[in-house]
């Protein structure tokens, strides 16, 4: 870490002071999972996504996210509308580029919404960021199989290039704007088999961008960190839950005698109280 002060305590208790709206434009996968997220920070969701009022909803926003998952034509315009509201209004934006180098059509509206809107946050796997950047890169659907071996210099170098605060998400979050740089290790392995955890990371990005608009790269590193704490909290009761379970499943095998027949529960149930056999 570079220079940077985090504090995200502070960020999370104004944040939950102020309940600022974020707008999110997001995919069909994740919306649900992304409103709860945003509520459970203690920002106000809104998932408006028709050209008709996005606009007028992202006036009324501390932030906005924008989301490419699933793409379509009246969606992209959606997002610009959106954007040039936003940037005219001094809102801040998160941009997701999910599945950006899977196929052209993601890999050119995520290079032209970062062409045509001024993008405070790009928040991607190191595939994506890759893709975005000019570096070989592999993604397979909307995960990244390879993005390079240093994810610390990807950000960095998308921070310059790109000019953005860029944030790359895995096992070690690295986090920059070209100049400085933070890591985050936290978090736990179970976030990589759910779906949508690298969006809801997106749209933590967008609820810590709206208290902390002059200070993007600490925005970003702190929902970072946010979430990671939440990971590691969520790993540890899956932890308990399957461990009981488990515990629980022992408990409950009913025994086995030795002409093979079974005592317990559901053998008292099948012949009644005077036979258990």
Known sequence: ????????????????????????????????????????????????????????????????????????????????????????????????????????????????????????????????????????????????????????????????????VASVTGPVDHVSDGERSVAIANGHPLLASITGTGCMSSALTGCFLAVNRDRPLEAAAEALVAFGVAGVVFGLIAGWIIGSQQSAGRDTVPPVRPDGTKSGPAALLRNGPGDDR
């Not at 994740?30 to 920070?41: F, G």
């Not at 996504?49 to 501390?62: D, F, K, P």
């Not at 034509?73 to 997701?96: C, E, F, K, T």
């Open 1 to 164: 870490m570079t220079d940077v002060l985090l504090e995200p305590g502070d960020s999370l208790h104004r944040l939950r002071a102020a309940k600022p709206l974020v707008h999110q434009v997001t995919n069909y996968v994740v919306m649900n999972e992304t409103a709860n997220a945003t509520l459970a920070l203690g920002a106000l969701p809104v998932m408006a996504h028709a050209r008709e009022e996005v606009a007028e909803m992202v006036s009324y926003a501390g932030a906005l996210v924008l989301n490419i998952g699933t793409l379509s034509p009246v969606w992209v315009d959606a997002m610009l509308d959106a954007g040039h509201a936003a940037n005219a209004r001094g809102i801040p934006i998160v941009l997701d580029p999910v599945g950006a180098g899977a196929t052209a059509y993601r890999t050119e509206t995520a290079k032209r919404l970062l062409d045509e809107l001024d993008v405070a946050v790009l928040r991607g796997n190191a595939g994506e960021v890759a893709t975005l950047v000019g570096v070989a890169a592999e993604v397979r659907g909307v995960e990244s199989i390879d993005g390079g071996d240093d994810a610390a210099e990807l950000a960095r170098e998308a921070g310059r290039t790109l000019r953005v």
